[in-house]
Nanobody, 117 residues
Framework: QVQLVESGGGLVQAGGSLRLSCVAS????????MGWYRQAPGKQRELVAV???????NYADSVKGRFTISRDNAANTIYLQINSLKPDDTAVYYC???????????WGQGTLVTVSS
């Protein structure tokens, strides 16, 4: 199995920055994608950014230019650098792991980001 542990959330003023981290442990596949999703109060969980094992990335339009996803494969860790935070970025941010064979999808417990105006 695979376990994910996120860290780095907190309370920040609008315009500020945070860096989220997610460490994966367990039976990590050599082929996997990892990413960040978020769920704001009263809303559905949405994709923020994903990164492949090779470093290819994809971002939600709402975060392009402000958020940067990266990974350290040796440490089985992904990061999300969040800049120019807005109150609309307030949400629980979840780390996600997916591998194709055998198919496995794992979620972290989430880390809360609160942006004050």
């Amino acid at each position: 199995q695979v376990q994910l542990v996120e860290s780095g959330g907190g309370l920040v003023q609008a315009g500020g920055s945070l860096r989220l981290s997610c460490v994966a442990s367990g039976s990590i596949s050599s082929i996997n994608n990892m990413g960040w999703y978020r769920q704001a109060p009263g809303k559905q969980r949405e994709l923020v950014a994903v990164i492949t094992i090779g470093g290819n990335t994809n971002y939600a339009d709402s975060v392009k230019g402000r958020f940067t996803i990266s990974r350290d494969n040796a440490a089985n860790t992904i990061y999300l650098q969040i800049n120019s935070l807005k109150p609309d970025d307030t949400a629980v941010y979840y780390c996600n792991y997916k591998q194709p064979r055998p198919y496995l999808e794992v979620w972290g417990q989430g880390t809360l980001v609160t942006v004050s105006s």
